[in-house]
């Protein structure tokens, strides 16, 4: 019965340590809202050349040739956005529990993502629309033990996009995205979206964003569809203003938070819960026979 005992807690442990990734994931807050900073830099999306090429970027104002899209300087319906991001923090909300930092020659996460605007325009009050309808439309993080992201350098695609996917959202499962200006010069971007690949580690709740992050009563927001007087549910909520950009070859650089709400995967409980027992009742019975 010993060995018994024994096998039990040594294989519940052995699964369990067998479960977990290979690769250590940040850790996110759990029970609580995930507060996740991010810096992106992004540009109208060119034709007739690879993700990430400097040289496919241009910031003057001019209209694509016959059959591409519209580009006038201004964001409208039918304009195409790429860029890159790091995230540089995870902490609570209050920033005071950090649970991941971006440390240089550490772990990176960090991502690329494009899309496209569906409707309105930056003059307009209610902003602009952004869906992920269009080819190549996708939003994705990648987790990489390599610290190699530098927006600066003409590889910066393929930098943001090395290791591991963490995260990506596809299509649907973009729930809602727009950017208005709340006073000239000071543009807000707002999404409500869910996972479409989780490899977080963790299983995400949806909320009512942003009133879980901010409170009741913020959730209110102007679209080119109309005014919507409470936020959405969703897994991910995202916001952030928009700045000219103070790098070559792109056009505008935002400052973002990303907000969620995890708790740890059934599986690695069960599994947790399985290995503790078989301890558990390997110990009892050692110190019954003794």
Same mark, same amino acid.
């Given at each position: 019965?010993?060995?018994?005992? $024994?096998?039990?807690?040594?294989?519940?442990?052995? !699964?369990?340590?067998?479960?977990?990734?290979?690769?250590? !994931? +940040?850790?996110? &807050?759990?029970? #609580?809202?995930?507060?996740?900073?991010?810096?992106?830099? =992004?540009?109208w999306? $060119? =034709?007739? *050349?690879?993700? %990430?090429? &400097?040289?496919?970027? @241009?910031?003057?104002?001019?209209?694509?040739?016959?059959?591409?899209?519209?580009?006038?300087?201004i964001?409208?319906?039918?304009?195409?956005?790429? *860029?890159?991001?790091?995230?540089?923090?995870?902490?609570?909300?209050? #920033?005071?529990?950090?649970?991941?930092?971006?440390?240089?020659? *550490? @772990? =990176? !996460?960090?991502?690329?993502?494009?899309?496209?605007?569906?409707?309105?325009?930056?003059?307009?009050?209610?902003?602009?629309?952004?869906?992920?309808?269009?080819?190549? @439309?996708?939003f994705?993080?990648?987790?990489?033990?390599?610290?190699?992201?530098?927006?600066?350098?003409?590889?910066? /695609?393929?930098?943001?996009?090395?290791?591991?996917?963490?995260? =990506?959202?596809?299509?649907?499962?973009?729930i809602?995205? %727009?950017?208005?200006?709340?006073?000239?010069?000071?543009?807000?971007?707002?999404?409500?979206? @869910?996972?479409?690949?989780?490899?977080?580690?963790y299983?995400?709740?949806p909320?009512?964003?942003?009133?879980m992050?901010?409170? +009741?009563?913020?959730?209110?927001h102007?679209?080119?569809?109309g /005014?919507? +007087?409470a936020?959405?549910?969703?897994?991910?909520?995202?916001?952030?203003s928009?700045?000219?950009?103070? $790098?070559?070859?792109?056009? /505008?650089?935002?400052?973002?938070?990303?907000?969620?709400?995890?708790?740890?995967?059934?599986?690695?409980?069960?599994?947790?819960?399985s290995?503790? $027992?078989?301890?558990?009742?390997?110990?009892?019975?050692?110190?019954?026979?003794?």
């Open positions: 019965m010993k060995k018994l005992g $024994l096998l039990t807690a040594v294989a519940a442990l052995a !699964l369990f340590a067998f479960s977990t990734p290979a690769m250590a !994931l +940040p850790t996110l &807050q759990q029970y #609580e809202p995930t507060k996740m900073k991010f810096t992106n830099y =992004e540009r999306a $060119l =034709e007739g *050349g690879a993700k %990430g090429d &400097q040289s496919d970027s @241009d910031s003057a104002n001019w209209t694509y040739s016959a059959g591409d899209k519209n580009r006038n300087g964001l409208d319906a039918g304009d195409v956005i790429e *860029g890159v991001l790091n995230v540089t923090t995870i902490t609570d909300i209050p #920033e005071v529990d950090t649970t991941w930092v971006d440390g240089a020659g *550490g @772990d =990176e !996460l960090t991502g690329t993502f494009q899309f496209t605007v569906t409707a309105g325009s930056m003059l307009d009050a209610g902003g602009i629309s952004f869906g992920l309808g269009g080819a190549g @439309d996708h994705r993080l990648f987790y990489d033990t390599v610290d190699d992201y530098d927006p600066t350098q003409a590889d910066a /695609w393929a930098r943001a996009s090395g290791g591991m996917l963490y995260a =990506e959202v596809l299509g649907a499962d973009l809602e995205a %727009g950017a208005k200006d709340l006073t000239p010069g000071n543009t807000q971007t707002q999404w409500w979206f @869910d996972l479409t690949t989780n490899n977080t580690g299983n995400i709740i909320q009512l964003w942003p009133e992050a901010n409170g +009741p009563g913020t959730g209110p102007l679209t080119p569809t /005014w919507h +007087p936020g959405h549910t969703s897994e991910i909520y995202l916001e952030g928009l700045y000219g950009s103070t $790098l070559a070859n792109w056009d /505008w650089r935002s400052e973002d938070p990303a907000y969620l709400y995890a708790v740890p995967e059934p599986s690695t409980i069960i599994l947790l819960g290995g503790l $027992l078989g301890a558990g009742i390997y110990s009892w019975r050692r110190k019954k026979k003794s």
